[in-house]
């Protein structure tokens, strides 16, 4: 069955400090893959996408990802975190050709102290 | 350029009550999905409207129910509605069906259900 693992609920960094957010993928086929983050009281905002070539992938917000099929992940990364992006990450699935149908993880909260 | 954007803002109703959402999809877009969130869970996919057209649904029973008009705007309707209906309902709107196409989400309808 496809679905998405993040396996953290809840994480907290100083701000300046590196993030990195997991997300594991279980999928037939090769996916698309995607991170989202939503904001309080917002909708969901993409950051990037994969879906081929390239397995590092450069977003908005300075986000990037590393697409990993030997290890079924799709983990998010940030060098140096701003108090901003403190919000709800989510990883999503897709890969049909037919409907954009997105299979999301749970999300991982991401609270950054001063 | 306007984003997608769905009302009501927040709507309480009553177990056993209909009611009805609205989604306006971005300018140029033809396929509409919707998604339940409930707290603290990843967005879920209900179905999908291309051009006027259901286009893949997910998990949920007949009472939840679509339209989408010839403008492309979509309408979700869900009767009989049950406590565990209360959630954030999120509409996204793209450029086309399939996994390719980036989806723009609204900022969501709220739902309590009493």
């Known amino acids: 069955a496809q679905s998405v693992t993040q396996p953290d609920i809840h994480i907290t960094v100083s701000e300046g400090a590196s993030l990195e957010l997991r997300c594991n993928y279980s999928?037939?086929?090769?996916?698309?893959l995607f991170w989202y983050v939503q904001s309080p009281g917002q909708g969901l905002q993409l950051l990037l996408k994969?879906?081929?070539?390239?397995?590092l992938v450069q977003g908005i917000k300075g986000f990037e990802a590393e697409f990993k099929r030997s290890q079924s992940s799709f983990n998010l990364r940030k060098p140096s975190v701003h108090w901003s992006d403190a919000a709800e990450y989510f990883c999503a699935v897709g890969g049909s050709y037919n409907t954009d149908k997105l299979i999301f993880g749970t999300g991982t909260r991401l609270q950054v102290f001063p | 350029e306007t984003g997608v954007t769905q009302s009501p803002t927040h709507l309480i109703k009553t177990r056993g009550q209909q009611v009805t959402l609205r989604c306006s999809s971005q300018?140029?877009?033809?396929?509409v999905s919707w998604y339940q969130q409930a707290l603290g869970q990843g967005p879920q996919f209900i179905f999908q409207y291309y051009r006027e057209e259901e286009n893949g649904r997910g998990n949920f029973p007949p009472r939840f129910s679509g339209l989408q008009f010839p403008n492309y705007s979509s309408e979700l309707n869900v009767n009989a509605l049950e406590l565990d209906d209360s959630a954030l309902y999120l509409c996204a709107s793209s450029l086309g069906r399939g996994g390719f196409y980036e989806q723009y989400f609204g900022p969501g309808t709220r739902l309590t259900v009493t």
């Open positions: 994969y879906f081929s070539g390239d397995t």
């Open positions: 300018s140029g877009h033809n396929t």
């Open positions: 999928y037939g086929a090769t996916p698309y």
